[in-house]
């Protein structure tokens, strides 16, 4: 499966614990993070949805996702773009859960290419972007554990550039063991899948 994702996700606590069942969005919380992250923008509440139907947003759509004090979601078309605006996103989105690690992700099929960030208590760890023909574009920060293994051939020597995995494999890695603590598409044994986490949606006008 292809995916293409912009995804930012902040928990407090071990994403395992908290993205479980039991989680309840916050509308108004939800509008409160949207207004602050585009105050020159008008927005225009127009439903609920799942994360599922979020992870890669229309230009013109913003996906968030409250639950009290516990976690947020982002899904924001903008992310892609990785630029200045981007990081002023994804550092927001870290620091509006006090004490949270946060995770961005971005996947993105056709350049087969992936995009995170990492951080914890709102400051950047771990800053990396890999795609498929240009390899290693920025490695930035400790390595996390769960990435190692697709570092090994480049560590021993080899060349980065066809680079020596796959972005979306690397990608959905981090997603599993730093965002949610199960597969994004994983259903777990207490019923709880990642994808039907509910989301507010905003159109931007």
Known sequence: MAWSVALACASAGE????????????????ARLAHGLYPAATLVETGDTVLDFALWPY???????????????????RLFCLD??????????????????????????VISGCWFRWYEGGALRRD????????????????????RPFWTAIDQGAGDVPLPFDPEDFGLALARSHMFGRGIADRGTDGFLPLELPLRRFKLC
């Not at 913003?62 to 899904?75: E, H, K, N």
């Open 84 to 109: 200045d605006d981007a990081r002023r996103v994804a550092d927001s989105v870290a620091a509006a859960l006090p004490g949270a690690r946060c995770g961005v992700l971005v996947l993105h099929s």
């Open 128 to 147: 990396v972007f890999v795609t498929k023909e240009d390899g290693v574009v920025v490695d930035q920060g400790e390595r996390l554990p769960v990435e």
């Open 15 to 30: 994403p395992a614990e908290v993205f479980g069942p039991g989680l309840r969005p916050d509308p108004d919380a939800a």
């Open 59 to 77: 230009e013109d759509e913003l996906f968030v996702g409250a639950y009290g004090r516990r976690a947020l979601l982002l899904c924001d078309r």
